[in-house]
């Protein structure tokens, strides 16, 4: 990882950011210590709804049933 004063960071933050995405790590410093890193961004992928509901599905199949407790009685103890 190269390592760049605050000062110089101020003054080529566009450089530094144009070598991060392009996969470079560098460190700020700030009086010789790290204090910050500019890092490549990962690209974020959509979530996958399909996956999501299968999840859901699948927790709503594992739940127990709550007989003779009524929707009215479980927002009645969440109110206490």
């Known amino acids: 990882m190269r390592r760049v004063g605050l000062f110089e960071a101020k003054q080529k933050l ?13 460190g700020i410093t700030r009086r010789g210590k790290l204090v910050a890193q500019v890092i490549p961004a990962r690209e974020e992928e959509a979530p996958d709804l399909e996956e999501i509901f299968a999840g859901m599905e699948r927790i709503r199949k594992r739940a127990k049933p709550l007989r003779g407790v009524t929707v009215k009685d479980l927002i009645e103890e969440g109110r206490r």
């Open 14 to 26: 566009s450089e530094l950011v144009e070598r991060a995405s392009r996969g470079e790590r560098i």
